[in-house]
């Protein structure tokens, strides 16, 4: 889920927020460009599943699965596992979270995640949203979520689960922390680390919308650590404070790390209100930093303005879009250990419309250059992911709408675009798609039309592996599926 504000009630923000089951072939597609495409989702694990209606509104999408993401065994690249929402609500969260596994990075077969009622063996939640996945040195998988109930109260848990078996069975499921409201918890990322075996970070925002003293809003950073493969994780402290100026709240914490140092780096969104919570006074990026494993942590650092404005349909502004705005999507060179960050930024619109822009630092996130556009000039584009691969080629992965005419407000064509830009030159830059063309309006309707807060990219040796969200034409009960491909980059 995520909730940005502003808002007037914790309930109001939330309506915007494993077992293994019979293994499916994947089947495979083409980009125009020749990269084969695999679609990850098959079937539906919860088409039977009656839970989850928070009111008469409440709309279910049977056989959508949205907002994937992915991780690469660092030891065997053909061993993949992607993680998604299966059957979005339009008023928060999905019926459950599935996961696709591979062994040979080309065939998926199906795993449910223990993280709502409607999965065999689920966590007591009647829905569940904001999948995330990642495996460490050792070959551990550890999932992450947020499980969330709207009938009793509105109850939010983050939950992690592991897997040794590379997704085919999860176990050691942990709730990492739970609030009732006014608490309400947001928007988690869950890392492993890739030195340190056996422990991994999830972190999120814990939203207090009744806090006591002169503000009516405080969003601080949580995080929770394991150090055991997942068998046990702490109790979730802050660690990411924005009680000193009132009505601000983070959002987007993600951690990532350098391999060469294991220095850790989380990077998120702050955002602050005027007193009524109407209207964004100020809104940056800023990073963290730890040099101990998560034990303690740096002053923020100002990595960038959030200058992101709202998503929309270019043809009819009154048509919502729902991306990774506010959101930001950082990697680290393995090689120089240079730190980027993408994100959506209105700069090279005259803030008009979101792209895709890119800053970077090369001194361990002291200080950072100022933005470079990346998606093409005059179109609008949404949902960046970054990596970088071991040669230290930087991809980025976007939606783009370059192909929508003008005066057309029936379809909103869209397309994944993939950029490279080898050792992080610019000048260099190369750019091709990666999906069909397809019309997101498609997509359920959540708070906007919904693809997934974020799509998933990861560096897969000297290239990178996607994970995305396509729409489909005259298919009203399976409006999405997921598909991953391995991407070579220059």
């Given amino acids: 889920m995520r909730v940005r504000l502003p808002l007037t009630a914790v309930t109001t923000a939330a309506l915007l927020l494993g077992t293994v089951t019979g293994a499916t072939p994947a089947t495979a597609g083409r980009d125009p460009d020749g990269t084969p495409l695999v679609k990850v989702s098959q079937g539906d694990p919860y088409a039977r599943c009656t839970i989850g209606a928070r009111s008469p509104e409440s709309v279910v999408y049977p056989g959508t699965e949205v907002e994937p993401y992915l991780s690469v065994d660092p030891r065997d690249r053909k061993r993949v596992v992607t993680v998604f929402q299966q059957d979005r609500w339009n008023d928060g969260g999905a019926r459950g979270l599935a996961a696709g596994w591979s062994t040979d990075g080309h065939t998926f077969h199906r795993s449910t995640l223990p993280f709502s009622l409607c999965a065999p063996g689920g966590a007591d939640y009647e829905r569940a949203s904001d999948p995330w996945v990642s495996t460490g040195p050792d070959g551990t998988v550890y999932a992450g979520g947020e499980g969330v109930d709207f009938t009793k109260s509105t109850r939010t848990a983050l939950l992690a689960a592991t897997s040794r078996d590379g997704g085919r069975t999860w176990q050691n499921l942990t709730t990492t922390g739970v609030d009732e409201q006014p608490f309400f918890n947001d928007k988690p990322s869950l890392t492993a680390d890739p030195v340190r075996k056996g422990t991994a970070y999830q972190v999120w925002n814990r939203l207090d919308n009744d806090p006591p003293g002169p503000s009516s809003l405080d969003g601080p950073g949580y995080i929770s650590v394991t150090r055991d493969g997942g068998r046990t994780w702490s109790r979730a402290r802050q660690f990411v404070a924005t009680s000193a100026v009132p009505d601000t709240q983070t959002i987007g914490h993600l951690i990532v790390a350098d391999r060469r140092s294991g220095t850790l780096y989380d990077f998120f969104d702050r955002i602050t209100y005027s007193d009524d919570l109407s209207t964004v006074t100020e809104a940056r990026y800023e990073v963290v930093t730890s040099t101990d494993a998560g034990k303690t942590w740096s002053a923020p650092v100002t990595v960038a303005r959030d200058t992101s404005v709202p998503e929309v349909d270019p043809n009819d502004p009154t048509r919502p879009l729902r991306a990774a ?14 730190l980027y960050m993408a994100y959506e930024g209105s700069d090279f619109s005259g803030g008009k419309f979101d792209s895709v822009q890119l800053v970077r630092s090369t001194d361990g996130g002291r200080t950072w250059g100022t933005p470079e556009l990346i998606s093409p000039k005059g179109v609008p ?22 192909f929508l005419r003008p005066g057309d407000t029936t379809t909103l064509p869209t397309a994944y675009q993939l950029a ?71």
Avoid: C, M
């Fill in 420 to 490: 490279t830009l080898p050792h992080g030159n610019p000048k260099l830059r190369t750019e091709r798609r990666i999906s069909r063309i397809f019309d997101w309006l498609r997509a359920p309707l959540a708070g906007g039309y919904f693809l997934g807060d974020y799509q998933g990219l990861v560096a897969d040796g000297r290239g990178v592996r996607a994970v995305l969200t396509e729409t489909h034409s005259n298919t009203p009960r399976n409006r999405t599926d997921v598909y991953t491909a391995t991407l070579h980059t220059p």
């Fill in 381 to 402: 584009a949404f949902s960046p992911s970054i990596a970088v691969t071991e040669p230290g080629t930087v991809a980025l992965t976007y939606y783009d709408l370059r």
């Fill in 325 to 338: 705005a506010t959101l930001p999507s950082p990697a680290v060179d393995p090689r120089t250990g240079t």
